[in-house]
């Protein structure tokens, strides 16, 4: 093969490649109206036309087996502890009204039927939790929500209760 015909596929390569990246890497809006995101990547939690308020990274959906004595066991058949890594914002101010909550996250199966629902509960020790509270600005937070699933495979969504209507959440493949 011709050095020129090789070369000549290089740019090629190069579009094809870029296109499979932006069409991996955009974000689809589901029948529900949230947006598709993607494990261990970084997403905006802000209503149009405001500042970030923070930014979330869902690092694992993983069953886990309670620890805590007493715990009580899931309704729908498994605990799933959803990893969440939360960074609030420097605009962000604890009297701003959100914060996320275990009620904001449930789990759906592949045909959109919901599978279970985020719950606070005393299944594992209580340093493992994401904070259900306000938060302070410009500050790091790392820890679990526990979610009563019928399914330890689907999708989990996060759907804020406190921001806007024009803040219909996110969901990601597990």
Same mark, same amino acid.
């Given at each position: ?17 870029? $296109?499979? $990246? ?22 905006? /939690? ?7 308020? *923070? ?28 990893? /969440? ?16 909550? *275990?009620?904001?996250? *449930? ?22 939790? $994401? ?15 526990? /979610? ?27």
């Amino acid at each position: 093969m011709s050095y020129v015909r090789r070369w000549a596929r290089f740019p090629v390569a190069l579009a094809a490649a870029g $296109l499979l $990246l932006a069409a991996c890497s955009s974000e689809r809006s589901s029948p529900d109206g949230t947006t598709a995101a993607r494990l261990g990547r970084q997403i905006e /939690i802000r209503s149009s036309g405001s500042p970030t308020l *923070a930014t979330l990274w869902l690092d694992s959906v993983v069953a886990v087996d309670c620890t805590e004595p007493g715990s009580l066991p899931p309704n729908n058949g498994h605990y799933l502890a959803a990893t /969440i890594v939360l960074q609030t914002s420097e605009q962000y101010q604890p009297d701003s009204g959100w914060w996320m909550s *275990a009620g904001d996250f *449930a789990t759906e199966d592949k045909d959109g039927k919901a599978t279970g629902k985020g719950v606070v509960t005393s299944c594992l020790p209580e340093h493992r939790y $994401l904070p259900d509270d306000f938060y302070l600005s410009d500050s790091g937070y790392y820890g679990v929500v526990l /979610i009563d699933s019928s399914s330890v495979h689907g999708t989990l969504t996060y759907k804020p209760h406190n921001l806007p209507n024009d803040v219909t959440g996110w969901h990601w493949d597990y």
